[in-house]
Nanobody
């Protein structure tokens, strides 16, 4: 079982910056990817950025060039640096972890979510 704890959300003016953190604790055989998703009121949850075990990153078009995902493997922590924030970035941001447990020669896929952190960007 894995627990994800996010921090760093808050209220910021348009053009400002925030840095989100997500710390993973617990046990899992293998982490395949970690990432950030967001959900604005009345909208579906959408991908923001992901980083794979190999360090490959992927970004939503809407945040490319403004957001940067990174990780500290030793601390099992993933970060999202958000610059040039816009009011349309306002949402609850969720941390996600995809991985596998291994038992009796079988891999069992796992998918965990954090509780979410609110990011509000004023115009």
């Amino acid at each position: 079982q894995v627990q994800l704890v996010e921090s760093g959300g808050g209220l910021v003016q348009g053009g400002g910056s925030l840095r989100l953190s997500c710390a993973a604790s617990g046990t899992i055989f293998r982490i395949n990817a970690m990432g950030w998703y967001r959900q604005a009121p009345g909208k579906q949850r959408e991908l923001v950025a992901t980083i794979t075990r190999g360090g490959i990153t992927n970004y939503a078009d809407s945040v490319k060039g403004r957001f940067t995902i990174s990780r500290d493997i030793a601390k099992n922590t993933v970060y999202l640096q958000m610059n040039s924030l816009k009011p349309e970035d306002t949402a609850v941001y969720y941390c996600n972890l995809e991985g596998d447990d291994f038992s009796a020669s079988y891999y069992f896929p796992r998918n965990y979510w954090g509780q979410g952190t609110q990011v509000t960007v004023s115009s």
